[in-house]
């Protein structure tokens, strides 16, 4: 951690920003927080406020006591969804919900029968995916692997739990989304995954249970559903999308969600932290159409 701020410290003196934006909360916050006294933009993005079960105890404590000390020397607090907003203990009434952008160009609805033939899955298969990274617990694989085992009964047939570990190319990755049949979301605790958006974008079903803000990004979207944490649940929801077969109108509901339209936000936001330097609020852009 020494090396850490020391090297945040040198970085800043030589570089002599306007603002210092840190995007995540914890020890990234903190640091950021006490190495220079220009303004603070935190960005809190899930784990960060969130409790993460798959860790002790005391360590999550630490690192959500760290996000809230942070939060009071910032001139701008911004959460990716409204989950997350509220956890906080200060800053809450003038945070921004602003969720991560993604490139609606690259993400974007595919032949399924050609990106199958890319990736060499047979075209009648029956796919589910699930992204989990390096955190496969946290993301709930298990409960994935149980659902999915659900929905093959009712089925009578075998579907296929393809597992996204962080090693596919993020250009690959909406080929394997235009490709599957179904998402499963079925993590521990969520910010505003960008897989979710990733999918929709993709106009790829979800079956979601409810974690972040799935619930809220998924109404209106079908086939796709938000169920209680449950194998059961999840399965059934995974089952009734794969005999539906059909894909979702997911990408009609992100538009909030483009980098075109995170980085026009945010832009404003710095614009409004360096005419108001010397003061604790921010003004929230009328331009958020997401804001509460």
Known sequence: MWRAWRGLKQAIE????DAVHAFYGTITSFLCAVSSR???????????????????????????????????????????SEQLRERLWWKRNQAVILPAGIDMSLFKP??????????????????????????????????????????EKKL??????????????????????????CLLMASEAEGSPNVLK?????NLPVASVDVGDCAMRLQGVWPSQV????????GQALYQIVINSQRSNGRETIHDCSEEKTAETLGEIYRNVFR???????RVPSSAPWQS
């Open 14 to 17: 030589s570089h002599s920003p």
């Open 38 to 80: 220009r303004p603070l933009v935190i960005t809190f993005q899930g784990s960060d406020l969130n409790p993460d079960p798959t860790l002790r105890w005391s360590r999550t404590w630490i690192g959500f006591l760290l996000s809230q000390i942070s939060s009071l020397r910032a001139v701008a607090v911004l959460c990716v």
């Open 110 to 151: 595919g032949a399924k029968a050609e990106s199958r033939r890319i990736l060499g899955w047979a075209a009648d298969e029956r796919i589910a995916l699930i992204s989990v990274g390096t955190a496969p617990l946290l993301k709930g694989l298990p409960l994935a692997r149980q659902a999915v085992a659900i929905a």
């Open 156 to 181: 009578g047939a075998a579907i296929r739990l393809v597992v996204l570990e962080g090693d596919v190319a993020p250009n690959e990755v909406p080929t394997y989304m235009n490709a599957a049949d």
């Open 198 to 202: 990733e999918a929709l974008a993709c």
């Open 227 to 234: 169920v209680p944490r449950d194998a059961a649940s999840l």
């Open 276 to 282: 108001q330097a010397d003061s604790l609020k921010v």
